[in-house]
């Protein structure tokens, strides 16, 4: 029994170290992603992002068809009412004390999609994959766009993932 309870108590010490080392993570907004990702040699993904619909998505919950489905609906304010921003922005869908820099009107910023960025933003970190994976990257996939594009979206439409990327896409031409 007492051997149990040690294994057990191992087990939970083990468990919150590495709880304690993800939650090291914080999201830090994409005006820092901006100063490296916004070079026309390397593929400006802050300006693309910037003028594509993520970044916008905050935008679209004030306008007529987000005022017509919270009337209906009893929402008071689509552009803060949690039903909503937690899918429209990376501040309204993260945890609150991780947020060190994501601003409420930024839509659904780079982080939502490559990971909360204070550790791996650094450009040592960055040049190296399997370093920038450690510190918190993520590589976005289907599963990853689906957390948002469903049908909890109440105005949802079927979300192909190849076309999607298509009109998201922010690659480096000059490879990595
Ligand atoms: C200090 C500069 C710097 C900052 C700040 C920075 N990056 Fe990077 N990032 C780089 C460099 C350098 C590379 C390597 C490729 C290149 O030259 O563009 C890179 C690569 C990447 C890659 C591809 C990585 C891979 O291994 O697949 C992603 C995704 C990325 N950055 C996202 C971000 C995001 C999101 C932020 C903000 C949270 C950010 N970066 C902040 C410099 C930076
Ligand atoms: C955190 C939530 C979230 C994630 C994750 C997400 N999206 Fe979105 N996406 C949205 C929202 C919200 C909109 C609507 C923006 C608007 O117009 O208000 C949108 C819109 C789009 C659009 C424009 C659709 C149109 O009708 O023109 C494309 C394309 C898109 N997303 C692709 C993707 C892809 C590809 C991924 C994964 C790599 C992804 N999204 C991940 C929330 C998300
Ligand atoms: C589960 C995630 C999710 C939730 C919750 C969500 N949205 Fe969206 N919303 C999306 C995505 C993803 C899109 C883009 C869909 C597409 O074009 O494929 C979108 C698109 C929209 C659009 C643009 C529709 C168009 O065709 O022009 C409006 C307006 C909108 N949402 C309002 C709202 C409102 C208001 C709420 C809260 C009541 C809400 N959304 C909740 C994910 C969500
Ligand atoms: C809706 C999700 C989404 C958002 C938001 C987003 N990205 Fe990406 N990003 C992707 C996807 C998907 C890829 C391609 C990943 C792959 O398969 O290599 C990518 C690739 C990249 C790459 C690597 C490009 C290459 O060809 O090496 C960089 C750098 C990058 N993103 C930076 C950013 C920055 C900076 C922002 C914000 C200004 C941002 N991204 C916002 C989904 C997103």
Excluded: R
Aim: hydrophobic residues 35%; contains cysteine.
């Amino acid at each position: 029994m007492l051997k149990k309870n040690l294994i057990l108590v191992i087990g939970l010490v083990i468990f919150a170290g590495s709880s304690l080392i993800a939650q090291d993570f914080e999201y830090i907004g994409a005006a820092k992603c901006k100063m490296c990702h916004n070079k026309a040699a390397t593929g400006e993904q802050y300006k693309k992002w910037a003028e594509g619909p993520h970044a916008n998505a905050m935008k679209s919950l004030s306008n007529e068809k987000s005022m017509e489905y919270a009337k209906a609906n009893g929402i008071a304010d689509p552009t803060t009412d949690a039903k909503c921003i937690k899918c429209h922005s990376t501040a309204g869908s993260i945890d609150a004390s991780k947020n060190i820099g994501v601003k409420s009107d930024e839509g659904v910023s780079c982080e939502s999609c490559h990971g909360p960025g204070s550790a791996y933003k650094s450009k040592a970190i960055m040049q190296d994959h399997a370093k920038s994976l450690a510190n918190g990257l993520i590589v976005p996939d289907q599963k990853l766009c689906e957390s948002c594009h469903n049908e909890k979206n109440p105005f949802h439409k079927p979300f192909n993932y190849a076309e999607y990327s298509k009109k998201i896409a922010h690659p480096n031409p000059a490879g990595k």
